[in-house]
């Protein structure tokens, strides 16, 4: 026997209780996936605690490895003692650099990067420096590839700054020699 049809009222009714259902399972599915979302982010916020802490504790231990030893600063540190030391950049930076150079017991050479001709006064600056410095921004194009070209050959150590104020740290006479090279070359 065929069922009998609902009359109206009862079958909304019937289709409102299934969907009540279903919407109460939708809503406690939502709930536990904010629930898992909050406990996510509460562990994610207490990592960011920890970590900024691990940053602290690391930023704070080398700046005191800083004050006790000014071999961490940043920057390069140069052994210039009896070379002969080429300074590639700008001029009014010259006397500054050069004051340092000659007080570590280095020569001094200076080239102006952005003035140099095919002439061979820059080649033979290049052939009479035992380590050579370059202000990258300071220099031409062609003169930047003929040092790093010249240098590749010889195997000069050539130390390439970045900026005008990327510290430089040359040893004193008498300070004890360390075994690394420069960085750059």
């Known amino acids: 026997m065929p069922a009998e049809p609902l009359p109206p009222a009862e079958s909304v009714s019937r289709e409102h209780r299934a969907l009540v259902a279903h919407y109460g399972q939708v809503q406690r599915r939502c709930e536990q996936l904010l629930a898992q979302q909050r406990a996510q982010m509460a562990a994610l916020e207490a990592q960011i605690v920890r970590l900024r802490g691990a940053v602290i504790v690391r930023d704070t231990a080398l700046a005191a490895a800083r004050q006790r030893s000014p071999a961490l600063t940043p920057g390069?540190?140069?052994?210039?003692?009896d070379k002969a030391v080429l300074c590639i950049g700008r001029?009014?930076?010259a006397d500054a650099t050069q004051r340092l150079v000659e007080q570590a017991g280095g020569r001094y050479l200076h080239q102006d990067g952005r003035r140099m001709h095919s002439g061979g006064a820059f080649e033979a600056?290049?052939?009479?420096?035992?380590l050579v410095i370059c202000q990258t921004g300071?220099?031409?194009h062609d003169a930047y590839w003929r040092v790093q070209d010249h240098c590749r050959r010889t195997g000069k150590p050539c130390v390439l700054l970045g900026q005008a104020t990327q510290p430089l740290?040359?040893?004193?006479r008498g300070e004890p020699r360390s075994s690394t090279a420069p960085a750059g070359h």
């Open 76 to 81: 390069v540190s140069l052994d210039v003692q």
């Open 91 to 93: 001029a009014r930076a």
């Open 138 to 140: 300071c220099l031409s």
């Open 169 to 172: 740290h040359f040893m004193p």
């Open 125 to 130: 600056s290049l052939r009479a420096a035992d």
